[in-house]
């Protein structure tokens, strides 16, 4: 038998029953980053974007996509999120900017998937908003940084 969740005795993909789960108190938190070259990065932080404002496009596109992980990631659970917020911290240094995701639910499974995936969105429609100026823009770092609730306990990255 495999220690993988998702995986069943004969090796066959499966969604979890949750059923029996308790249902608790689970956040997860995950960043990532997006490096570009300093006319896109003036361009973000100067709001002169011709799409639009880029991190209040990415900020709604990373909470949409929290809310319909389930629809892109096969095996994970519909839930319902109580909270979603994704906020940016700009790098002027290092001509890029953190994206940072934290996901809410009382529920029975995890969020973690919810907060990657809203990061995700959210560098992407960054990348998309912003493709004109630089193509050669970097994603990099999509990771989780914390995790709270349930029967796994808590998460924290050193």
Excluded: W
Excluded at 93 to 122: C, D, K, W
């Amino acid at each position: 038998m495999s220690s993988l969740t998702h995986i069943d005795s004969e090796g066959t993909a499966r969604m979890v029953d949750v059923t029996e789960k308790k249902q608790t108190d689970r956040r997860a938190l995950a960043k990532g980053r997006i490096s570009m070259s300093e006319e896109a990065f003036k361009a973000v932080m100067q709001n002169k974007i011709v799409k639009g404002n880029v991190l209040e496009t990415a900020r709604i596109a990373g909470i949409m996509a929290a809310k319909r992980t389930s629809e892109i990631i096969p095996l994970c659970h519909p839930l319902m999120l109580t909270h979603i917020q994704v906020d940016f911290t700009p790098d002027e240094t290092n001509l890029s900017l953190e994206i940072f995701a934290s996901v809410r639910t009382p529920g029975q499974t995890g969020v973690e998937m919810e907060a990657l995936t809203a990061v995700s969105a959210a560098a992407l429609t960054i990348y998309d908003m912003c493709k004109a100026i630089d193509k050669s823009m970097i994603i990099s770092g999509i990771m989780l940084v914390e995790k709270s609730g349930g029967k796994s306990g808590d998460f924290k990255r050193s």
